[in-house]
């Protein structure tokens, strides 16, 4: 169980700073004039600004606290990840989705020595994925594609996912 950090004192250099600020001027405006009130009004005002200092000054920002878990093994975070930006209003997979979805292409294929952006890992990734997926991440402009292209997609680099042996994805059919 963790304790809570320890509170510090404020530093009384700032407080010590605005008092012989505050007493000085606080003399003077009455001095000119100023009515009784109004000079302790403006002398505390100083003092709390010093306190306030004191208490900014040089402190450190308190630790941040997770307020939830990682990912625990086994979880598949990536995908869970994806499906909120696959559907668009008008029910074609967004431009964000297919985004995501290369990302995380880029992600997986990086963990198997491949570089989607790479021409020469072409021939390997096809061999993975199959071509269909392929051309799906290396589109650029055009209609979106439908939905279950982007399952076929996910699918296939789902099936490659590291711990399991490296299967081949032909145009839906899955041979281990």
């Not at 109004?38 to 505390?44: I, N, Q, R």
């Not at 402190?59 to 086994?74: I, V």
């Not at 402009?141 to 590291?162: K, V, Y």
Request: overall charge positive; some cysteine.
């Amino acid at each position: 169980m963790s304790r809570p950090p320890r509170a510090r004192a404020i530093p009384l250099g700032p407080v010590v700073g605005a008092l012989a600020i505050a007493v000085p001027a606080g003399l003077f405006l009455w001095f000119v004039g100023i009515s009784v009130a109004s000079t302790l009004a403006f002398a505390v005002t100083v003092v709390a600004a010093g306190i306030a200092w004191g208490g900014y000054a040089g402190s450190t920002a308190p630790p941040a606290y997770r307020l939830r878990p990682g990912p625990r093994p086994g979880v598949r975070s990536d995908a869970a990840q994806l499906s909120w930006a696959l559907r668009d209003r008008d029910g074609q997979v967004s431009e964000p989705g297919e985004k995501r979805v290369r990302l995380f292409a880029r992600r997986r294929l990086t963990r198997h020595g491949l570089d989607l952006d790479d021409p020469a890992h072409r021939e390997r990734i096809e061999a993975l994925i199959g071509e269909s997926a392929y051309a799906l991440l290396m589109r650029s402009g055009g209609p979106r594609p439908p939905l279950s292209a982007i399952e076929h997609c996910l699918d296939a680099l789902d099936a490659i996912a590291p711990g399991r042996p490296a299967a081949t994805i032909q145009e839906g059919r899955h041979t281990p």
